[in-house]
């Protein structure tokens, strides 16, 4: 029946407490297509440490089903959160103890058989689900048709960026799961033509949807303001970046081209980075810091409430994005919707996610980052006009045409008949790029 709601089970897996591109991407999915209740029936699949919590963060949201199998995942001694980072810290020669244990602790609960498709379809079949959308990487055994977000394929650019065990995982998942998907779902052409090149995945199956980001968007009062730049210092002008600690963030470059404009061309930008603070690259970038005598310059806030995240969009003088490696950058659509210039990397899909809103430079080079800051510092007008042009950016991310396209692609996947607008909607999504 064509006006029939299509059941989507929304693999949400993730850690709400932990906010990052992946968290952010799954979320907004929620909030911009949960309520399309009388098309998209939508159920949100949570690791039941993190179902309550879930019920909690969407209100009157899509119903939530607590997943009890396992997921296939790599071993990782990694820790994100701010509580055991501090913790990490404070241990001093037996940080390295600390790592195995959590290593260990991981790797016991890896060993745990993965169920087989028919269970997994037996407990989706009890919410009638038609089709799975695996909003990140991870997935779990089914036959259900389903859509695949990979985000991006950056283990294939970058190898050195990843553990080997991180490398084997994605590996196994990502091209089978992009092969096997009804639907691969990316925010970019570039990401479409790099999933075609190094899976073969053929065009007609992996639909673009470029949406916007959920965050920065808190209603702060102008007393809270007035608090928030005082207690975080935001009276100087300062460049904003907004990114976790992952070594192809490139922070390490961007504080050496900071050190050389100071050293070098006289000149001082403050930045100020907001975003997860992961080891063992936030303790090089301390480092850095500390050696190149940028204390009174760089400053890491790790993650920040909404409100003061809000206000650090709104205070920045621009936004300084260094990534070597992005599939649809969140925090750049978080800065056009703030009306930032972008100062930013011309590598990946970079260039296609600022249009005109942006100065460009090579996130490898050290120099090319420091002279085109410098070019940004001495050009106020030039950041000015960037400014105007950011929102008319942000208008190719609008979320009601991408929920309807979603929707296309859903009721293709669960084999439904299309309206003539979601047949043409389709259309564009798989199309060859304009």
Known sequence: MR?????????????????????????????????????????????????????????????????????????????????????????????????????????????????????????????????????????????????????????????????????????????????????????????????????????????????????????????????????????????LYSAMTFAHKNHLRLIRAIRYLRDEMGIRVNLVCTGRVLKPVCDALEAEVKQAGLGDQVRFLGSVPGDVLTVIYKRAAMMVFPSLFEGLSQSLLEGLASGLPIVGAHQSSIPETIGAAGMLFDGEDVKSIALTLAEAVRSPDKLAKISQVAKEEMRRYDWERAAKTFQAVYRSAAKQSLSPEQVDLLALATRMQP
């Not at 745990?112 to 689900?129: E, F, H, Q, T, V």
């Not at 283990?155 to 009804?182: N, Q, T």
Request: net charge positive.
């Open 3 to 239: 006006g029939a709601a299509v059941t989507v089970a929304l693999n949400g897996q993730i850690n709400p407490l932990n906010p990052g591109g992946t968290e952010s991407s799954v979320m907004s999915i929620v909030k911009h297509i949960g309520p399309l209740s009388d098309k998209i029936d939508l159920k949100f699949i949570s690791l039941p440490a993190f179902s309550y919590t879930f019920t909690q963060i969407m209100q009157e949201g899509p119903e939530v089903i607590d997943w009890p199998y396992p997921m296939s995942a790599p071993v990782s001694n990694a820790v994100s959160s701010e509580r055991w980072i501090k913790v990490r810290r404070r241990l001093g020669p037996t940080k390295l103890l600390f790592d195995y244990l959590v290593w260990l602790y991981r790797y016991i609960k890896a060993q745990r058989p993965l169920p087989s498709a028919a269970k997994c379809d037996a407990l989706l079949g009890k919410y009638n689900i038609d089709v799975v959308h695996f909003g990140w990487p991870g997935t779990f055994p089914t036959n259900l048709p389903y859509i695949y977000e990979p985000h991006d394929l950056q283990h294939r650019h970058y190898p050195e960026f990843f553990s080997k065990e991180v490398l084997r995982w994605r590996d196994k998942i990502y091209g089978p799961a992009c092969l096997g998907a009804a639907f691969v779902v990316c925010g970019s052409w570039w990401t479409k033509r790099d999933i075609m090149k190094q899976y073969g995945v053929p065009s007609e199956r992996i639909a673009v949807i470029p949406r916007s980001s959920v965050n920065a968007r808190a209603e702060v009062s102008a007393e809270r303001e007035s608090e928030i730049v005082k207690e975080y210092r935001l009276s100087d002008s300062f460049g």
